[in-house]
């Protein structure tokens, strides 16, 4: 395993290769997160796999370039002008964050690569495979959406949580701990509850505060998600193998946006996952994983016939 930052498109971005001589898997972390969030029962199955795997921070999260001096402007206004289909004024877009990975992928020298996105991950993998299509082996889009406007939004109680602004850094850790948790808990998988331990999720939480802390970053990247309105006419783009994985108990992006995903993308595969939220518990990332694998191979498999 080796970490590292590189210049790419213009800022800086962290990342961590597991090495090896096999397909490139690239995984897009969400909003706000950072490349950490992966969970390694994941990250070591793909690698134990024979894939070499690549993890990466956004702009504006861990430990890549965060856009400090750009205004995120109210997000109580900008979330009403998205709602009213106005345009928004963004410091960037996501299809500034696929050209982000996409110069990964140059600055490490890897041609093309497996990606695999969750949630606002999964619109930038999105991106990647409709714009540069010969840089994209396979597209999986997990917990994520089309973008479409008729889609549903999140449940009532997550909508505000998530435009309610954290505690200021002076608050203290464990208030900061305190709240993440919280909003962990509040979009978690209920299928999958037995799996979650407070410890450790507190500890989890605790270990990305501290690797890095940058809530105005995350209010960018979720201004970039309100502003991508051509998203869904590009989906039909896509040529590569995809699968979309989705929890059917999703409160943050209900199953309908993956299902739409997969109506929008040419011979897309649609799973849902019963009993799985928005989370990454340690069954949501074994049950992932099963549906995963087999895709990746197959894919590979079929590339291999075809060449």
């Keep these: 395993m080796s970490a590292g930052t590189v210049r790419a498109n213009g800022i800086d971005i962290a990342f961590e290769d597991s090495g090896g001589s096999g397909p490139v898997v690239l995984l897009v972390m969400g909003l706000g997160m950072q490349l950490i969030a992966w969970p390694a029962a994941l990250v070591d199955a793909l690698a134990g796999a024979g894939y070499r795997v690549l993890r990466h921070d956004n702009r504006d999260a861990g ?15 900008q979330a009403l002008r998205q709602r009213m289909g106005l345009p928004l004024d963004v410091p960037y877009g996501l299809q500034d964050m696929a050209q982000d990975a996409l110069g990964l992928l140059d600055a490490l020298g890897i041609a093309e690569a497996h990606v695999l996105g969750v949630s606002m991950g999964g619109m930038i993998a999105q991106r990647m495979a409709a714009g540069a299509p010969q840089r994209v082996r396979s597209l999986t889009s997990v917990m994520s959406s089309s973008g479409a406007r008729h889609l549903p939004g999140p449940r009532a109680d997550v909508a505000a949580a998530m435009v309610r602004r954290p505690p200021r850094r002076d608050a203290g850790e464990a208030a900061l701990v305190a709240h993440a948790v919280g909003l962990l808990r509040l979009i978690g998988s209920p299928g999958f509850a037995q799996a979650q331990d407070e410890a450790v999720l ?23 998600i309100w502003a991508d309105t051509d998203r869904p006419a590009l989906l039909g783009r896509i040529a590569c193998p995809a699968l979309v994985l989705h929890g059917e108990a999703d409160p943050l992006l209900p199953i309908e946006c993956g299902r739409d995903t997969a109506r929008r993308i040419p011979g897309a595969r649609f799973v849902g996952i019963p009993g799985m939220g928005h989370d990454w518990p340690p069954g949501v990332a074994d049950r992932l994983l099963a549906e995963v694998l087999p895709f990746l191979q197959d894919a590979d498999a079929r590339r291999q016939s075809a060449a």
């Design 202 to 224: 507190a500890e989890q939480v605790r270990t990305a505060l501290r690797r890095n802390y940058d809530p105005a970053g995350t209010r960018r990247q979720l201004m970039a």
């Design 63 to 77: 430990l890549s370039t965060h856009f400090k001096g750009a205004d995120s402007g109210n997000l109580l206004w």
